[in-house]
């Protein structure tokens, strides 16, 4: 099967190096300095389970140097970057060639493919202009969601929290469970990364976003990570709501999540202290996906009638720091002290 990973930062370079070293045919995209690392030396992997000895060799090219088409795509941009590479990411595959999007948050295609009281409806903080819709059929769409907390240390020297958790789950728009789902469980399992086909991926969404929606705010917001944020009492408190309001929004489009949200935010301070995946874009002083972990959800607030006081104010601060950045060039870093 010839694979491609479109946008490999952190975790579209992690899957690339394990695929790589699996024997493969994998290609990855890149640009700047990530492409530079990548193409001269390889990629660093980090950490206690999925480190590598030796960097991992691998196939690396710029956007408009692929050779389609592809069998396989994962598109491992940011949610945000989606619709401007939409239509060169299409022409990249077939007729029949599978297109995987793990991104965080909610997905524009959420309410397609499955009977509900909000079928139809486009969530436009998503697909403002329906141009993912569009783009993307039905049958070459496979949706996913990645568990593997890292970030890049530096261009291509990827760092990674490894867990029990750690997963690439992946589903159809109409919840069949389909051998091609396994066959892309397979294929990332055997390179190391545990492959979950799941009969309810609308569900994995919603899991994640207990995370994201509240700890990648309020870790770009505060300069922390979940760890530090759930260990600090008042942030602690404000991380119980926060999860209570995602709890109670996904209930109203239909998807019960059986959590405690004590007890996960509990969870979350016996983590490995890592940067989100939203921090270090502050840090890097880069756009925040924002629409799709916290603004879609006040979307969905308003569509539904559920309250999201909490949110709401997250969402304020998150996006007027983005703004900052966007407008003013500004990029929080930590200070190294003599």
């Known amino acids: 099967m010839k694979i491609l990973v479109y946008g490999a930062g952190a975790i579209g370079g992690y899957l690339g190096a394990i695929l790589s070293a699996a024997g493969e045919d994998v290609t990855l995209v890149a640009r700047g300095a990530?492409?530079?690392?990548?193409?001269?030396?390889?990629?660093?992997?980090?950490?206690?389970?999925?480190?590598?000895?030796?960097p991992i060799p691998v196939r690396a090219v710029r956007p408009g140097e692929e050779k389609p088409p592809y069998d396989l795509v994962f598109v491992t941009l940011k949610a945000h970057q989606l619709a401007s590479a939409a239509e060169h990411v299409r022409a990249l595959g077939g007729?029949?060639?599978?297109?995987?999007?793990?991104?965080n948050g909610l997905p524009w295609w959420y309410f397609d493919g499955i009977e509900s009281r909000y079928k139809g409806t486009r969530l436009k903080t998503l697909d403002p202009d329906g141009v993912l819709?569009?783009?993307?059929?039905?049958?070459?769409?496979?949706?996913g969601i990645a568990f593997k907390p890292s970030?890049?240390?530096?261009p291509a020297h990827i760092r990674l929290a490894d867990s029990d958790a750690d997963s690439l789950t992946v589903g159809e728009l109409d919840n069949s469970m389909t051998q091609r789902l396994h066959d892309i469980a397979k294929i990332t399992t055997a390179a190391g990364w545990?492959?979950?086909p799941v009969p309810d991926i609308r569900k994995g969404k919603w899991t994640k976003l207990l995370s994201n929606a509240v700890w990648n705010t309020?870790?770009?917001?505060t300069q922390s990570s979940a760890t530090e944020a759930a260990r600090f009492a008042p942030t602690a408190k404000l991380a119980v709501a926060l999860t209570r309001e995602v709890i109670s929004l996904a209930d109203a489009v239909g998807c019960t999540l059986e959590v405690d949200a004590e007890a996960l935010v509990a969870t979350s301070a016996k983590r490995v202290p890592l940067p989100s995946s939203t921090l270090q874009d502050v840090r890097g002083g880069r756009t925040l996906e924002l629409d799709a972990i916290i603004n879609s959800l006040l979307e969905v607030g308003q569509l539904t009638g559920v309250a999201t006081p909490n949110l709401e104010v997250i969402a304020a601060c998150v996006n007027l720091l983005n703004q900052r950045i966007n407008v003013d060039g500004v990029a929080i870093k930590p200070v190294k002290r003599a």
């Open 218 to 221: 309020m870790g770009a917001i």
């Open 95 to 103: 007729k029949d060639t599978m297109f995987v999007f793990p991104q």
């Open 34 to 54: 990530q492409y530079e690392a990548m193409a001269s030396r390889g990629i660093i992997l980090e950490g206690p389970k999925s480190g590598r000895p030796k």
């Open 194 to 196: 545990t492959g979950k």
């Open 133 to 143: 819709s569009r783009t993307f059929a039905a049958p070459n769409l496979v949706c």
């Open 151 to 154: 970030d890049l240390l530096a």
